[in-house]
């Protein structure tokens, strides 16, 4: 029950892109296709972002965009805006019923 | 409107006790996985614990396993989390959520515990 691997620290201008990468292991990113990825502002409850690695849920727009390639897993915030400044958790299935977080990047939207 | 309002947060001695509630509306609650998820003081998310829609499986992580024991109560919408033996690294912030696709898309507000002399 490892942690996957986050940055600590994004940032981008308004109106660019940033990516926040998440490392994981061929027994949870890698193997299952269940990564999701949750926006926090200081205070509040996590709010889900991108579930089953690029699905997004209704009301989660469409500048979020989550992809995985082997063992690592990303999203992609385009068109960068003052409200994504946040901290963002990458989360996996790790199998029998585990689940597993990254360890938090702090996006900063300069 | 789903809901799920945490309570039962509080202050403890090392090696106390304390039991979790995580109250659940606007939806079939006996249908849905549920889980709870803590954050420490000023640090990340670290899953706890998940439960199946009718209790009968449960799993834990590995630094709980043995003194945290997840329930639920189907018939009055209610999840549960008793806290045993608890340490003073256990001190968090405690959220419940609903289960998703091997995620959560419904999290309550959080109950804060503290455990210290």
């Known amino acids: 029950q490892s942690a996957l691997t986050q940055p600590p620290s994004a940032s981008g201008s308004p109106g660019q892109s940033v990516t926040i990468s998440c490392t994981g292991t061929s027994s949870d990113v890698g193997r299952y296709n269940y990564v999701s990825w949750y926006q926090q502002y200081p205070g509040k409850a996590p709010k889900l972002m991108i579930f089953?690695?690029?699905e997004r849920p209704s009301g989660v727009p469409d500048r979020f965009l989550g992809s995985k390639s082997g063992n690592m897993a990303s999203l992609t915030v385009s068109g960068l805006q003052a409200e994504d400044e946040a901290d963002y958790y990458c989360?996996?299935?790790?199998?029998?019923?585990?689940?597993?977080f990254g360890g938090g990047t702090k996006l900063t939207v300069l | 409107e789903v809901q799920l309002v945490e309570s039962g947060g509080g202050l403890v001695q090392p090696g106390g006790s304390l039991r979790l509630s995580c109250a659940a509306s606007g939806f079939a609650f006996g249908e849905y996985w549920v889980q709870w998820i803590r954050q420490a003081p000023g640090k990340g998310l670290a899953w706890v614990a998940r439960?199946?829609?009718?209790?009968?499986?449960?799993i834990y992580a590995d630094s709980v396993k043995g003194r945290f024991t997840i329930s639920r109560d189907n018939a009055k919408n209610t999840l549960f989390l008793q806290m045993n033996s608890l340490r003073v690294e256990d001190t968090a912030i405690y959220f419940c959520?609903?289960?998703?696709?091997?995620?959560?898309?419904?999290w309550g507000q959080g109950t804060l515990v503290t455990v210290s002399s």
């Open positions: 439960i199946n829609s009718d209790g009968r499986t449960t």
């Open positions: 989360g996996s299935y790790a199998g029998n019923n585990v689940f597993v």
């Open positions: 089953e690695v690029s």
């Open positions: 959520s609903r289960d998703f696709r091997f995620g959560a898309d419904y």
